[in-house]
């Protein structure tokens, strides 16, 4: 069993050395880490290179495309090779690297998915304001809503997919390019008939860098919600 973690970065220079380092001490299953940079003007990258460390592989892009894409060429990078979990985590230490003992563990159970999930019971988040914290309850109701879906965070960044889901799942027609992407997968996954665990985790607040969250992701991910629902049949 092989797992492979893949991690988009932009500007994540004060935490993308101590995320790995947690990762690597506190996962106790086989993995390898992909971190997938979009030539981060703070040196992400030439950080990531610099780490002496067999586990450890970058993907270092040109431009700043988008969080989609990053997870798209990670996860086709890995489906080339033998893996047979692909973890997704955000590079600014908000996925607690703890919880992926009983999150792969899970997956092994025979779900297709494992979500990390903020708003099950006995899940939350630290750090974040009272009023970031009701924008995201407010945007995952949204898409819940619209889309018809029983899971409870649906644009939870955390997540595991298994090799044969991803197989199943038709990357090529992912739409999304900003953070509707999580959602999007999530979706096309239900509609292929995969079932997802969720598991409660308590999310961090970023407390170093600065967020990437823009008007234009904020507007592709209302108006996507309703692409998905009208568009979207199977894959
Ligand atoms: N490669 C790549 N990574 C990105 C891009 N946009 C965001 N990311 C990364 O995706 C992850 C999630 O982005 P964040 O900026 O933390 O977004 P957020 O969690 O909604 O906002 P915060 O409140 O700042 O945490 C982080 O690891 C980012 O560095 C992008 O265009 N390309
Ligand atoms: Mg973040």
Redesign the pocket.
């Known amino acids: 069993m092989n797992t492979l973690i893949i991690?988009?970065?932009?500007?994540?220079a004060e935490n993308i050395q101590s995320l790995i380092s947690k990762i690597n001490s506190t996962f106790d299953y086989k993995h390898h880490i992909l971190v997938?940079?979009?030539s981060s003007p703070d040196g992400t990258a030439e950080i990531v290179e610099e780490i002496d460390n067999s586990k450890i592989s970058l993907i270092n892009?040109k431009n700043?495309?988008?969080?989609s894409s990053?997870y798209i060429s990670g996860l086709r990078w890995g489906l080339k090779q033998d893996y047979d979990f692909f973890v997704q985590m955000?590079?600014?230490l908000?996925h607690p690297p703890r919880y992926l003992n009983s999150m792969i563990e899970a997956i092994q159970q025979d779900y297709d998915f494992v979500v990390g999930s903020r708003y099950k019971e006995r899940g939350g988040v630290e750090k974040w304001d009272k009023i970031?914290e009701l924008l995201s309850r407010c945007a995952n109701l949204y898409a819940r809503t619209i889309l018809g879906m029983k899971l409870k965070d649906v644009t939870s960044?955390f997540n595991i997919w298994k090799r044969k889901t991803l197989e199943q799942m038709d990357l090529d027609q992912i739409n999304s390019e900003g953070?509707s992407f999580q959602v999007e997968m999530k979706y096309r996954a239900n509609k292929n008939g995969f079932s997802g665990c969720e598991l409660p985790i308590i999310f961090k607040?970023?407390e170093e860098g600065?967020?990437?969250?823009s008007k234009k992701i904020i507007f592709e991910a209302i108006w996507m919600i309703w692409w998905l629902r009208f568009n979207i049949n199977k894959k």
């Open positions: 991690i988009p970065t932009y500007n994540e997938v940079d979009d892009r700043k495309n988008g969080l990053a955000d590079g600014d908000s970031r960044g953070y607040g970023r600065s967020s990437k969250m």
